[in-house]
Every structure is written in structure tokens, then in C-alpha cells.
């Protein structure tokens, strides 16, 4: 080992007992955050399992992701992304597609430098195993200025966790807007078609994106059989050409950065309050109520809610059952739910939102990017 990389490596230890620094710029890339839960059935892109980690699919398949506690030994992880091809498909349609992907904020990449004469290399580095072995592909990918860099790496043993160390050169072309919209992602290829594969595959300096240039032509198929799985855990994007040491970092500081992006209020006890979201009654069958957010959302945020029987309108200690949720008024500081019952409420009085049952009362607040 170099004497800078073995600089690196004390740095990043020191670093790492300290905390606090955020030499990552990935987030949740120890997996511990999952409040969406596992989800199944995927035949298109979607979240589920580990917060701010994305499966794209397009026309190959059908998968599962879940958060799992499969780990690598002694690296001080607790939690993995896991996805399940749980719906094969043999053959491999021109635009197919099977990736994991996170993405990034520009005002979150500006230590790049990007597009400077001073702009930096970056470092990726990984646990990941699967039951298939051989060629898979990571790419960078710069939404800002279509452009893009991609780089292989190969399962060499079956069900065993491996480490990756990934490095991309600097880009001097083509700078990251610095605000909240989406200026790149990090994608792990695990299946491609010959719309991604039937060029030269780009691997040695960012260029303009050609997307038949984004993938190696030997990539495997992860939707070749529903044995197939992949699973990833100690995801670190830092700035330089030196892996350091994981970063782990609080629980608590990592749930607030996914919160940016998405939360939840979510109970399973039955009439327990639903995120302390109270207001009024404006008639005889409907409720307005108001909800402060957990975190503030990255920007305005998408809210929906689990089915309409799972809450109740709580009045002077009666309960009705909701028929219909909705939400309104919604900014960046909160947000308005208009809630309908069959009757009973009165009109002006104060009310409160409870969960009505034991199966799962959600609201969930999306501002992904």
C-alpha cells in the first residue's frame, strides 16, 4: 500500500471514530433505514426496502426488495438491500433493464469541483454477493450534462460476500447545478439489453452519454432465473482516488436525511394517534386536519394514505371510521388532510386522527427526487 493510501486509510479511520464528517455522499449506505418495509412484485421502477435505494426495471422481470440482515462478517454491518427475482425472464428485450440506483442532489456534489480545472476524482466502494458470478457494471451517471462513466466488476465466488473499490476520473466538463433537483446517479447494472450494451462501453473518462456505450456486453442476467438474488450493503461515494474506511454514522442522523426525501407516519395499534395530526370538524361527515412534517421535505412533497378504513376521526371520545382521505394546502413548512366519515361529527368542535385497526395506518410523505 502507498504511503497516501495508507494516509488515507488512517484518516479515514480516525474519521470514522469520530463521526460527523460526512465524507459520504451516499445515504444509508449501511442499509439500516427501511420505512417503506420489503415490497413485492415489482415489474417497474420503485422504492422498497433500505430508504433512498431504487430498483429500475424495464421489461425483464419481476423482483422483490427487502431489507435483509445477511451481512458480511466483522465489518460492522447489520443490515443489506436485497433483491429477489421472484418473476424469470430468459430472454433479453433490446431496451431491458434490471439496476439499483441512488441519486444525488448538485448542491450535495459541489465538492466534486465538477467541470473546473480543479474537479476530483471519486471513489466507490461496496460489499455486494450474489448466487450469480461473473460480469456486472457500476456507472456514474451525470444528469446535469448527459454524461456518464462506467466501470465493471465481477462476482468471482457464489454466495459470498466480496469488496469493491471503484474509482472514476475527474470530469472538467460540465458543471452540477447547485440546488435540490437531481444531478446524478449511481447505478449498479445487473441486467442490460442491447440498447445499453452494443457500443464501446465508455470505461476510462466521462464522455457524452451514447447509451449503447453504458454497459459491458458480458454483463449477466440477473432475471435468468427466480434463484437469482443480489445483495448490497457498505455503499461509500467520497471525493478523491483513496478508499477509506465505511463511515457508519448514528442511527438517528441517518433516518433524518432519508426523511428528507420520504417518511412516514405509520402505526399498527389500534387507535394509537396517526403522526398527532388534529384540527376540526366543518360538517356533519368531514374533518379538517393539519400535520407538521418530521423532517422539512427536500421539496413539496406527494402525500398519499393507506386505505381509508385504516384511520379514524377521533371527536369528544367517539371515533368514526373514515370513507375518504385527501390531501390539500401541502407546502414545504405542512399540509392539510380533509377526512370523510358517514356522519356524526359536529361541526367547529376539535378532532383527531387515530389509526382504527391493527393492520398498517400510513401516511406517507414523498419528496424523492
Known sequence: MSKAAELANLIGNINAGGGGVNRNLVINGAMNVSQRGDVTGKTSASFGGPDRFAVGITSHGTY???????????????????????????????????????KFEGQNLQTLRKGTSEAKPITVTFYCRSN???????EFFDNDNSRQCSKNFTISSANTWEF????????????????NAQSAVLVWWLAAGDNFTSGTQNTSAFASNTNANRVSSSIVNMSSSTDNEFLLTGVQLEVGQNATTFEHEPFDRTLAKCQRYFQQYATQDQYDTCGGIVG?????????????????????????????TTFRVSQDGTDKVTTGMASSLISDSGFRVVSNVASGLTAGQAVGLLANSSTDCEINIDAEL
Open 280 to 308: 376540526f370538524a366543518n360538517a356533519t361527515t368531514e374533518a379538517e386536519l393539519f400535520g407538521n412534517y418530521l423532517v422539512k421535505p427536500r421539496t413539496q412533497p406527494t402525500i398519499t394514505f393507506s386505505s381509508n
Open 132 to 138: 450469480l458470478t461473473g460480469t456486472f457494471t457500476l
Open 164 to 179: 469493491k473499490s471503484i474509482t472514476f476520473p475527474a470530469d472538467t466538463t460540465g458543471t452540477f447545478d447547485d440546488d
Open 64 to 102: 422483490a426488495m427487502s431489507q435483509s440482515s445477511t451481512v458480511p462478517s466483522g465489518k460492522g454491518f447489520a443490515n443489506s438491500y436485497k433483491l429477489d427475482c421472484t418473476g424469470d425472464d430468459t430472454s433479453i428485450g433490446s431496451t431491458a433493464e434490471v439496476t439499483i440506483q441512488q
